[in-house]
């Protein structure tokens, strides 16, 4: 049984993000990148699995569409204990393009589980893991907060209002997995960082793919207004400013 | 030249960060108030793989230069000086003459189990009457038959006491020779010997997390395939082992300078007086400003210091000018980091305040500040 987690390079999520001037990209300087932090817990499940598997799980790939500055962050992944990795080598745009390259990538790969994160820390989508079932032509399962493997059978849970439901796919699919799916992400350890520089990391050309997104303008969120005093005695300011500037009564 | 980190001594830097944020920050108060060494955290950086990275893997350890040893101590005393303190004294001091001096045999007899954080490992020259002046070492060693026997004892020995502490080297005196001249010898002391005492030292202001010890020598008998290097080298390896430790001080002082920094920053930009916030005042800013200039100067002084070792070339004097630069970064940062956070810098709740008084230690463990200027200037030919 392989594994494949799929991977998004992301700005660190205490990032101060910061507009270029013509407010038409996000200024990337200076950013600090990381693995998309529901994707290293997708990781940290798929490597628990692999370590008490008794050897049925043979390996954990990871995989990103990234540019070469992506590696760094693959490289993390080999470090905390991933087998091999393969970066399809392309500045991603969209979840539709993503996917489609990622499908064309795995075109003659066979993997039985493939992770994806619920969505990317950076811009939220949310749409990744499903449409490349879609373009696999594989089952997903969506809300995964759980997964066991007994013995040739795959045991998923499914968030659902209430409570879970446990399902039962059939090999391959997709899962895309959200809270709960592992406990904290693992810390590579020195002798992890030593073997990752010697794992494989597979650099496939990309696909010919079109994006369905088109990104127009971004805009900062309002700073938080100032916080404005009032004496503890004057009672009818505050109904005034309440009344006229807050106008919420 | 290239001023360039690689890609694997940026990982390692996020990795000890992460570790340090995640495991050490939560509990480094509450150890440092009870002075509790942690086995725990002991175990745990063990588990990382930091105790002996820079040993080879037959000997248990990761194969890593200089410079990622230095930068995963950097990053430990970022957040807290005792964790720090128990790497850097075992990796430096601890593991330094074992590897270096030590028969291959007993190499592979000691350097494993040190790898592991499971069993931590002393350095002992210092004594009550020879601290700057390692020279004036009392303890003594005659041979009597098959063994050697120790009487004298040593003070302030770093991971000497703590139930994993396996062993010390010490130096002794085997001889006086006829010009008064000492010979001195190193031996390799284990833990449980009979005649051999270990007393924790308690009281301290800095480092409460780590294990400092009196050991004493009662009689204290070692066989003599417990000679470290040859008789009469002693204070060479005791000495030359100082000179790999300072560079583990200088990173100390580094990791202590950028974390009162920090922490400063972050503060000063917070706290409001006079109707802003205080890093809006000149006077705050400079201070930040020139704070930040001494933490780069020190980093990049210290990270050639030890390319200066990784590419076997002489780095005494270098590891001697890193060892008091960086320290003195420290105490001058921490001040600062003090002197912004006012009042309550002053108080225990702040971080600030624990990493005033643990850098206090860095301008005199590992030979003084004076002792630095001693050394240098004698690279310098005075």
């Not at chain 1, 109904?239 to 500037?245: M, P, S």
């Not at chain 2, 810098?345 to 003084?368: A, H, N, P, S």
Request: net charge negative; proline share 4%.
């Amino acid at each position: 049984m392989k594994i494949l987690v799929c991977i998004s390079n992301v700005p660190d999520t205490t990032t101060k993000i910061k507009l270029t001037a013509d407010q038409s990209a996000v200024d990337l300087a200076n950013v600090q990148w990381i693995i998309n932090p529901w994707d290293e817990l997708a990781l940290t499940r798929a490597l628990e699995l692999k370590e008490t598997s008794g050897g049925k799980i043979e390996k954990v790939t990871v995989m990103t569409v990234g540019t070469q500055s992506a590696e760094p962050t693959m490289r993390k992944a080999l470090a905390i204990g991933a087998d091999d990795a393969i970066r399809v080598n392309a500045e991603p745009q969209d979840a539709y393009f993503t996917a489609q390259q990622i499908a064309h990538a795995l075109k003659d790969e066979h993997y039985d589980i493939i992770l994806c994160g619920i969505e990317s820390s950076d811009y939220n989508g949310s749409a990744m893991g499903n449409m490349l079932s879609e373009f696999m032509e594989l089952p997903a399962v969506s809300s995964v907060s759980n997964i066991e493997i007994d013995g040739d059978q795959v045991k998923v849970n499914r968030e659902i209002p209430g409570g879970y439901e446990v399902v039962e796919p059939e090999l391959p699919f997709v899962a895309v997995v959200q809270k709960g799916i592992a406990k904290e992400p693992r810390i590579p350890s020195m002798r992890g960082i030593m073997m990752a520089r010697r794992k494989p990391l597979k650099v496939v050309e990309p696909a010919e793919a079109e994006a369905l997104t088109e990104f127009v303008r971004y805009e900062p969120p309002k700073p938080k207004a100032a916080c404005k005093m009032v004496d503890a005695d004057n009672v009818e300011e505050l109904v005034e400013l309440l009344h006229n500037e807050a106008k919420i009564i | 030249m290239n001023f360039e980190l690689t890609e694997e001594h940026q990982m390692i830097r996020e990795t000890v960060r992460d570790f340090a944020e995640r495991e050490i920050r939560p509990v480094a108060k509450e150890l440092d108030e009870k002075a509790e060494f942690s086995l725990e955290l002991t175990a745990k950086m063990g588990e990382l793989g930091l105790f002996g990275m820079y040993l080879p893997e037959k000997y248990g350890g990761q194969g890593l230069d200089t410079l990622a040893y230095i930068i995963a101590v950097e990053e430990l005393a970022r957040v807290d000086g005792s964790q720090a303190a128990t790497l850097a004294a075992h990796n430096s001091l601890g593991i330094g003459p074992l590897y270096y001096y030590g028969t291959e045999e007993q190499k592979m007899k000691y350097l494993p189990q040190l790898c592991t954080g499971k069993a931590l490992w002393g350095f002992g020259l210092t004594e009550p009457n020879a601290g700057s002046d390692s020279r004036g070492t009392k303890t003594t060693a005659y041979p009597d038959g098959d063994d050697w026997v120790i009487n004298g004892s040593k003070i302030f020995i770093t991971n000497g006491s703590v139930d994993i502490s396996v062993g010390s080297c010490v130096q002794t005196v085997t001889k006086t020779l006829d010009n008064g001249k000492k010979e001195f010898t190193t031996f390799i002391v284990e833990k449980g010997t009979p005649g051999f005492k270990r007393v924790s030292m308690h009281g301290k202001m800095m480092w409460r997390a780590s294990d400092t010890a009196e050991l004493y020598f009662d009689d204290c008998r070692v066989p003599k395939e417990n000679l470290l290097g040859e008789i009469g080298q002693g204070s060479k390896i005791m000495l030359s082992t100082l000179d790999n430790g300072r560079l583990s001080i200088a990173a100390m002082g580094l990791g202590a300078a950028q974390g009162a920094f920090e922490l400063a920053l972050q503060y000063s930009q917070e706290r409001k007086q006079f109707g802003k916030p205080i890093s809006k005042f000149q006077v705050n800013a400079f201070k930040l400003a020139d704070m930040a200039m001494k933490i780069e100067h020190a980093r990049w002084f210290l990270y050639r210091t030890c390319w200066l070792k990784d590419n076997h070339k002489p780095f005494a004097k270098e590891a001697a000018m890193a060892k008091l630069y960086c320290s003195e970064v420290a105490r001058d940062v921490a001040n600062e980091a003090v002197q912004i956070h006012g009042g309550y810098g002053l108080m225990k709740d702040y971080d600030v305040e624990r990493i005033f008084r643990d850098q206090r230690l860095l301008q005199i463990g590992e030979g003084t500040s004076e002792i630095q200027r001693l050394v240098i200037s004698r690279h310098l030919g005075l």
